[in-house]
């Protein structure tokens, strides 16, 4: 219910203050604070969704009442955000620690590049437009290999690049490599299967953005088919790209298809007969019954799940691009499985940009594309704050000058523990307090770089412990750099000041309500009964306004549900004639219930309730009813047995009680105890309106 609330009041929140000009009257006073018009209609025009660069329109009754009604609640929030301040509401702990919830939720956009961002998507839906087919042979180096390593891997996969160019055959360089690969392996089973390697080894199907690790898809994508890509580096190690074909994008399909496997000796034969009998006019999924060897699909006429590009075979791919319509099927083709026809069922078509952002946001929460925007912004920070990294800083401008920090103090601390997530530390035997860098007004030193690395431990692969350091500063650095500009954000950016203000005000307000007036009023129990009695007497029966303070005329119901599951007529006749002498002789309801159960031969339970049932209701229980031949008493079967009710009373319509209406009388006394604290603070800060400056707003 808060965040709805507070959601309701961001379009009449405080702004920031806006300088008087000659054009700029000031429009209202509260507590001895001035509000101007600009300010006010900022806020107005944002609250009923009018650009304010847009031209007035002509004045109408509606336009005008809507601006009153604005006046009013604008100048009762500002007067309660005042006595908001005044009681100390912006210091209450759980409202500050809600506040620092939404900020963290409404900084993340603020924090990254958005102009990085705003390609990243773009570029992701122009590739979208286009699915690829290629192959790669991969040289294994991972991240935190040693440079010498990284080097020799470097160097093998310009070799295999070399080679790459001077064949017309990419797989037999990959099967090559991945045979040497496994005869290398220190695991035997690995070792054992080193010529077990798949004739299209390599080869990656189709793919589109998203499917593949960033550097990977940004080199495919920059390729022509036929090319074959120097070495590209991912967490991987190094890969060797050859892309085959680009095709136009279309997401997901649905299929049909008649598939004769490859180990089928006439196979070729077969899917020419089947092809023959579509020619000839035969249905489609008859002939998948009679040919397809799949056996998933052939009994549901060959169709296949709608599926997305990168889980289709190539083969497939390949026909639909060709100009394949919704409807038509294929003429017969060959792949490395078989033999197929295909028959599209339905195919999508590229969405829009716009409808396309939301996923991309969504893909892009991790990976390299997450990271970028980011990284790109706490560049432009430490440009923006004056950054200063002491250990690649010198003492002074002499050639061989010493840096004036170094990283030295942390790596006699670091051990290989670290890469078993066992590591500990003596902070006291860290004594170099040198600064390592700066940033803004604020400087960190080697102490806080281990903590840093502590907090942050994992279990990792080993490495040299120089680059593991390294890389941890590197860390380090951007994260107090984040955490600076982040720091910053309220004074450095006047949009992101004015909506963390909004929600301030907002979260304020919630309580001062909640307390001034939502909860005041269910506590006060005296309160409430004094205004209960003041006001229910001022209610009419005929107003249509107050109906829901009254009760139409109802009728009092003794009910009594007797069980006979056989329905036996003869039950009803005697249960009428108990009716009749219980009315004569005024017996009670217990007196009525033995005397049913001992004349009626076949009830079983009984059970019997009182019901007032109000006219106009929606109560469904004297609605087909049959008259019992007694005055008041009425039947009808039920599932069970039957059912017999009695009219006891019939009561004219009066007034509700303060407990049957309690939820309109405590929403009336809330609204009294807001009209009260209203009027009480316009006093109390002197409010002022300028009515001639309203009088004059055209919009």
């Keep these: 219910m808060k965040k709805i609330f507070v959601t ?61 009604d604005y006046v009013q609640l604008y100048v009762n929030f500002q007067a309660k955000l005042a006595d908001a301040y005044a009681m100390g509401f912006d210091t209450i702990e759980s409202l500050n620690s809600e506040l620092a919830t939404y900020r963290k939720e409404l900084s993340a956009p603020y924090l990254i590049d958005s102009a990085t961002m705003q390609s990243l998507l773009r570029e992701a839906y122009d590739r979208n437009h286009y699915v690829l087919h290629a192959a790669h042979i991969l040289v294994p180096c991972p991240e935190t290999a040693l440079p010498s390593d990284t080097l020799k891997a470097y160097k093998h996969a310009m070799e295999l690049y070399q080679q790459a160019l001077t064949t017309d055959n990419f797989y037999t360089i990959a099967q090559q490599e991945m045979r040497d690969q496994r005869s290398n392996d220190r695991d035997p089973l690995v070792r ?156 999508e078509t590229m969405p829009d940009y716009e409808s396309m952002i939301p996923y991309y946001k969504s893909r892009m929460t991790r990976g390299e594309r997450s990271t970028r925007p980011q990284h790109i912004f706490v560049e432009q920070s430490k440009r923006n704050y004056n950054f200063i990294d002491y250990t690649t800083t010198k003492a002074s401008k002499k050639k061989n000058a010493p840096y004036m920090a170094s990283l030295d103090a942390v790596r006699q601390v670091i051990t290989d523990s670290i890469f078993s997530a066992i590591f500990h530390y003596d902070s006291n035997s860290i004594t170099d307090m040198r600064p390592l860098f700066k940033i803004g007004d604020k400087t960190f030193n080697s102490r806080q770089l281990a903590r840093y690395i502590y907090k942050n431990k994992k279990v990792r692969p080993l490495c040299d412990l120089n680059t593991f350091l390294r890389d941890r500063y590197e860390e380090f650095v951007d994260a107090m750099v984040l955490n600076y500009a982040d720091s910053r954000l309220e004074a450095d950016n006047p949009e992101f000041h004015d909506i963390i203000e909004e929600y301030r005000h907002g979260l304020m307000i919630f309580a001062y309500n909640d307390h001034k007036v939502w909860s005041k009023a269910i506590k006060d129990s005296v309160g409430f009964a004094e205004f209960y009695d003041r006001v229910a007497k001022t209610h009419n029966y005929n107003d249509s306004n107050d109906a829901p303070y009254f009760w139409n005329e109802r009728t009092r119901v ?127 800060y002197n409010v002022k309106i300028h009515q001639d400056v309203i009088d004059e707003i055209t919009y």
Aim: proline content about 4%; glycine content about 6%; aromatic content about 10%.
């Design 558 to 684: 003794h009910v009594y549900n007797l069980e006979d599951s056989t329905h036996t007529p003869a039950t009803i006749d005697k249960a009428a004639k108990v009716m009749t002498k219980a009315a004569q002789k005024g017996w009670s309801s217990q007196q009525i219930t033995e005397a049913l159960r001992a004349k009626c031969k076949y009830v079983g339970n009984i059970t019997d309730n009182t019901e007032l049932v109000e006219a106009g209701s929606n109560n469904q229980l004297l609605i087909g009813m049959n008259a019992m031949k007694t005055p008041n008493n009425f039947w009808r079967t039920t599932e069970n047995g039957y059912q017999i009710l009695v009219i006891e009373k019939i009561l004219p319509p009066e007034l509700k009680t303060c407990q049957e209406a309690r939820g309109f009388y405590l929403n009336d006394y809330q609204n009294y105890l807001e009209e009260q604290n209203n009027a009480a603070l316009r006093t109390k």
């Design 8 to 68: 309701l009041f961001l379009s009449i929140m405080m702004m920031g203050a806006i300088a008087q000009t000659s054009n700029d009257p000031v429009i209202f006073e509260i507590g001895g604070r001035n509000i101007y018009k600009s300010q006010f209609m900022k806020e107005f025009l944002q609250s009923i969704g009018k650009d304010p660069a847009a031209a007035p329109t002509a004045c109408t009754f509606e336009k005008r009442k809507a601006l009153e």
């Design 192 to 347: 054992e299967k080193a010529n077990e390697v798949n004739p299209m080894e390599g080869d990656l199907g189709c793919f589109s953005v998203f499917d593949m690790i960033y550097a990977f898809e940004s080199a495919a994508y920059e390729m022509q088919p036929g090319e074959i890509h120097k070495p590209v580096r991912t967490r991987y190690g190094y890969h060797i790209i050859k892309l085959f074909e680009r095709f136009n994008y279309y997401g997901k399909a649905q299929l049909a298809h008649i598939w004769i496997t490859e180990n089928d000796p006439s196979a070729q034969g077969k899917i020419n007969s089947a092809y023959r009998q579509l020619q000839e006019g035969t249905d489609f999924g008859i002939v998948a019954k009679n040919y397809s060897n799949d056996r998933s699909t052939s009994t549901n006429g060959g169709i296949m799940p709608e599926l997305p590009h990168n889980q289709l075979p190539y083969a497939y791919i390949q026909t639909i691009s060709e100009g394949l319509q919704v409807g038509e099927y294929s003429k017969p083709f060959h792949s490395r499985f078989g033999w197929h026809i295909i028959k599209l069922l339905k195919k």
